[in-house]
């Protein structure tokens, strides 16, 4: 055969492997490589990160803002494609509010925050003008001022005054007023508040459609549909620490037990099916325990991570929990004598991984799940003494993002999976 033809034949092959990138190698995790950190996220604490169906990457979490004589915090929104970033216009809220998690939905982007110190009233839009109003502030800490501070309007949604003041005496014993905050962005259009009247912070969200969304507080679930909120208490749980969910009507929530403030701390899950709540059969560990992240890809088939903890030597190590029709422990590789799991994320059944930190050593944990083994896998481009992972994105079995904190040079971290 004529070089020339071979050469055509070998370009061909090449073009039908995507320009002769080779596929993920069935037997390796790939890698994460740092990539340079946006200049739009200098100052930024980043809590949530996700990948939309269009490929673009949303960062979400909270900055310092500073003027001449005061100095507060604001969430903060970033949207990009890992090279060029910009920063979405979120509604003004006002000062001292952050965002803790994002979820990317069939039809856009929620996320779920918090505002600081007091009661701030709800937030709408004005559909004519498109533009959007916020209700007067409430100081909850000055009964006297209560009553002429409450804003009545028409377009008001939060508590009545009544209810308003009697939340007011429980305020004055010193509890740190909250409010939530919830939005949903669609595509590249600005973030939207879902108006709401709870007073906890929304700290977890699994996101469906435009009006469909749940959330978390650190002791409910809340359903939002078609902009009504219900509020789901899950049997055994009393303290969530994350929730997730295959469809609209089924997911789960975990966390610490009921039981565990007052007696030995164990690990919880709920689930949820046909519009109930049951206690999830988990099993039983030494040391005290509980469970921080949640990731399943069907009803039958699902993931948690945690952490337990000696009692004599306040030493932690990270935990596995694997669902296929029954919880078991898995294998996990040690660390360290003293590292936890806090997240954990799968794209597909047989390749996952699990974020935590290793406190011994003062640096973030990254483990892979490969043909049923997990392994610990090093970050090593980090020039840092002490540095943590705080969310992760594993939207597929090619793409994948990890973000964290320098903490020694005080900047972001951000990693691109490059298998």
Known sequence: MPNSKRVLIALAACWCQACCKPPVPEDSCGEWQLVTTPEEAAGLIISGIGTDASGAVWLAGMESVTNESDMWSQGSILRGNGTQWFKVETPDLGTDWALNDLAVGEEGVWF??????GFTGAIDIDIE?????????????????????????????????????????EM???????????MFAAGSAAPVVAANAIYEPLLRVAGFGA??????TESTILRYDGGTWATHTPPGIGMIRDIAFVSEEEGWAAGLGTTGKATVNQGAMAHLAEGVWSEAVL????????????????????WACGVTKNPDTAMHSGIILQYGGEWLAADVPSVSSDWYLEDICFSDPDRGWAIGRDNEHRQGVLLCYLNGIWEHVSLSEIASTDWSLSAMDCAGAERGWLTGYDNEHGRVLLFRYAP
Do not use: C
Request: proline residues 4%; glycine residues 8%.
């Open 172 to 182: 004055k014993q010193g509890a740190a007023a909250s409010a939530a905050v919830a």
């Open 129 to 169: 003008e498109e533009k959007w109003s916020q209700v007067e502030s409430v100081d909850l800490s000055d009964l006297g001022e209560l009553e002429d501070k409450i804003n009545l309007e028409a377009h008001y949604q939060g508590p009545s005054r009544e209810e308003l003041l009697a939340r007011s005496s």
């Open 211 to 216: 009006d469909s969304a749940w959330f978390a």
């Open 283 to 302: 099993p039983t560990f030494t040391e005290p325990w509980e469970l921080m992240g949640l990731s399943f890809l069907s009803s039958t088939q699902g």
């Open 112 to 117: 779920s925050g918090t505002h600081f110190g």
